[in-house]
């Protein structure tokens, strides 16, 4: 079993910045993919970005060059750096685990086994 517990999320106003944080516990040491998910007002839930073991990152077409997703195994912790946030960024992000890597699928909810219970982050203009 992998906990995660996220924290960080606020309200900004646009072209702000913000980081979040997710704070693994249990049995880590077989998670291998850690990602960031946000789900807005009337949305589904999507993938934000993604980090696992070599250095692989994978970002959303509409968050790449603003956030960073970064990884502290030592903490057993994952961050998201989000940077110039626009209200469309506005959501509840939740972290999620998983033991496989995901590849082409890893923007999908489903693939993933372990999950926060989010975070809420609202940028007003």
């Known amino acids: 079993q992998v906990q995660l517990v996220e924290s960080g999320g606020t309200s900004v106003q646009a072209g702000g910045s913000l980081t979040l944080s997710c704070a693994a516990a249990?049995?880590?040491?077989?998670?291998?993919?850690l990602a960031w998910f946000r789900q807005g007002p009337g949305k589904t839930r999507e993938g934000v970005a993604l980090?696992?073991?070599?250095?692989?990152?994978y970002y959303a077409d509409d968050v790449k060059g603003r956030f960073t997703i970064s990884r502290d195994n030592a903490k057993n912790t994952v961050y998201l750096q989000m940077d110039d946030l626009k209200p469309n960024d506005t959501a509840k992000y939740y972290c999620a685990a998983d033991r496989s890597f995901p590849y082409t699928r890893w923007r999908l909810p489903s693939v993933y086994e372990y999950w926060g219970q989010g975070t809420q982050v609202t940028v007003s203009s």
């Open positions: 980090i696992a073991g070599g250095g692989i990152r």
């Open positions: 249990g049995d880590t040491y077989s998670t291998i993919v």
